[in-house]
C-alpha cells in the first residue's frame, strides 16, 4: 500500500545565515491529492516552508520526506515540484507557448510530444489560442495562467503556489480561485498553496495550516479552524470574534462579564481560567429582558447581507454582532446565544490536548445526549 502522505516534515527548524531562527521544530503531514494551504501574516515562515519542499534551501534541523523518502540533500530538479511564484517570473523575450514549453524542452522531449503538452495545460487555464501572444501583451491574470500552465506541464506530484492572486484585483482573484481550485480538482495533484488571505484560504482548501511566528499554531479543515480555534491568535486571525476572558467554574459552565453560563466544554480543572470566543454571527438581538446579556448599541453598518452592529457592556467590554435584524444607535438590547456558541480556549494548550478534548467532546455528542443538558 502506498503511503497517503506525500510530504512530512520532522521537527524542522531553519535558521537563516543571520541566526535568526524562522522556523521552530516544524512537524507536519500532507496528504497526497488534496488542497492544503499555509495560511498566517508576512513573515511567519510560510515562503521559507515552500523553499525547502522545492529544494531551494535545507532545514537546519530535522527532515523532509517526499513520497516516503527523506529529501534533504535532493535538488530541486530530482523532486517532481514545481513552483507558481507571485510574481511569475516568466521570461518576458518568449511567447505563450515557449514560456510553458521551456521545461519540457530541458528536458529534450520530441517537438510533438511537447506541442501535444503544452496544448493541453494550456487548454487547462482557459488560454486556448494564446499560444503566440508575447508575454508583454498578456494581462495579469493571463500571466499568473501562464505561469500555472508551466508548471503543470511538468506534471508535478505537488505544485506550491506561493500567494500567487495576492497582485490581482479582487474581481480577477475571485475568479481564479475557481480556476484554481477546479484545476487541482482535475488534476488530483497536492497543492501547497500560500497566503496571508484567510477568506481565500477558507473558501479553497481541503486542509489548512494556520502560521504564527514559525510555528503551526492550529491546522484542520476549514470548518475546524473558524469553528473550533485553538487560540486567541487563529480565533483574530481567523473572522472576527468577541474574545473575553473567562473562568470555566465547572463542566458544561463558565464566567464571564461577571455572569455564568451554559456551556459544552468539559474536562477542564474546576475554575480553571480560560478566555472564550463568540463568533459575532452567533449572537441574536432581543430585547433586554429576554437577553443573556445587556448590552448598548454603539455603532452600525450596513455590510449587504447583515449588519454588522458594535455594543458595549456595563464593564466596557465591546460586543460585535452580525445580525440580519437592524437595531438602534443607543438603544439598550439584549443579547442571547446558544450554549454551543461559546468556545473555550485555554491558555498553552497544546494541538495534540486540543484535539484530545474535542474529541471526547464530540464522542459524547455521538452518544446522543446533548452535553449540555446533564
Ligand atoms: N534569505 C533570508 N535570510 C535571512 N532572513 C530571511 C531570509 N528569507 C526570509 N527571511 C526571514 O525569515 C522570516 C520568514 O520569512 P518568509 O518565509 O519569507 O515568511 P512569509 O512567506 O510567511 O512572509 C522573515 O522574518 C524573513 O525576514
Ligand atoms: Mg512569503
Known amino acids: 500500500m502506498t503511503d497517503p502522505h506525500i510530504i512530512r516534515f520532522e521537527s ?31 513573515g511567519c515562515g510560510k515562503t521559507t516552508i515552500l523553499r525547502m519542499i522545492a529544494g531551494f534551501m535545507e532545514p537546519t534541523e530535522g527532515s523532509i520526506y517526499l513520497g516516503g523518502r527523506v529529501i534533504n ?71 499568473q495562467r501562464v505561469a500555472i500552465a508551466r508548471a503543470i506541464v511538468n506534471e508535478p506530484e505537488v505544485l506550491l503556489l506561493d500567494e500567487p492572486l495576492s497582485a490581482l484585483d479582487l474581481k480577477l482573484r475571485t475568479e481564479m480561485q475557481y480556476v484554481l481550485r477546479e484545476l487541482q480538482q482535475r488534476l488530483g495533484i497536492t497543492f501547497i498553496f ?28 476549514p470548518n475546524d479552524i473558524y469553528d473550533e480555534p485553538i487560540n486567541r491568535f487563529v480565533a483574530d486571525f481567523i473572522g472576527e470574534s468577541n474574545i473575553v476572558p473567562g473562568v470555566m467554574i465547572e463542566d458544561y459552565r463558565v464566567e464571564f462579564n461577571g455572569r455564568r453560563f451554559e456551556c459544552v466544554d468539559a474536562g477542564l480543572r474546576p475554575n480553571e481560567p480560560i478566555e472564550i470566543v463568540v463568533r459575532p454571527e452567533d449572537l441574536e438581538i432581543t430585547t433586554p429582558e429576554a437577553g443573556k446579556m445587556q448590552v448598548r448599541v454603539d455603532s452600525q453598518l450596513f455590510r449587504g447581507v447583515h449588519y454588522e452592529i458594535s455594543c458595549y457592556d456595563d464593564s466596557g467590554q465591546e460586543w460585535l454582532v452580525h445580525s440580519t435584524k437592524r437595531a438602534e444607535v443607543g438603544a439598550q438590547i439584549g443579547l442571547t446565544f446558544d450554549p454551543e456558541a461559546i468556545h473555550v480556549m485555554r491558555f498553552g494548550e497544546t494541538e495534540e490536548e486540543f484535539d484530545r478534548r474535542l474529541e471526547a467532546y464530540e464522542e459524547d455528542e455521538d452518544a446522543g445526549v446533548p452535553v449540555h443538558e446533564r
Open 73 to 143: 540533500k535532493v535538488p530541486p530538479e530530482k523532486r517532481q515540484v514545481n513552483t507558481v511564484f507571485q510574481d511569475y517570473a516568466l521570461f518576458p523575450h518568449l511567447n505563450v507557448f515557449e514560456n510553458v514549453a521551456f521545461g519540457l524542452r530541458i528536458k529534450k522531449m520530441k517537438p510533438n510530444v511537447i506541442a501535444a503538452k503544452v496544448t493541453e495545460a494550456l487548454n487547462m487555464v482557459n488560454l486556448d489560442g494564446y499560444e503566440n501572444r508575447a508575454i508583454t501583451e498578456m494581462s495579469g491574470g493571463q500571466r
Open 194 to 221: 500560500v497566503t496571508h488571505d484567510q477568506e481565500e484560504a477558507l473558501a479553497m482548501s481541503d486542509y489548512i495550516f494556520v502560521m504564527n511566528q514559525g510555528r503551526i499554531e492550529q491546522s484542520g479543515t
Open 12 to 42: 524542522v527548524t531553519k535558521q537563516y545565515d543571520d541566526g535568526l531562527t524562522v522556523l521552530k521544530k516544524i512537524d507536519f503531514e500532507i496528504e497526497r491529492g488534496k488542497f492544503y494551504t499555509l495560511l498566517g501574516p508576512s
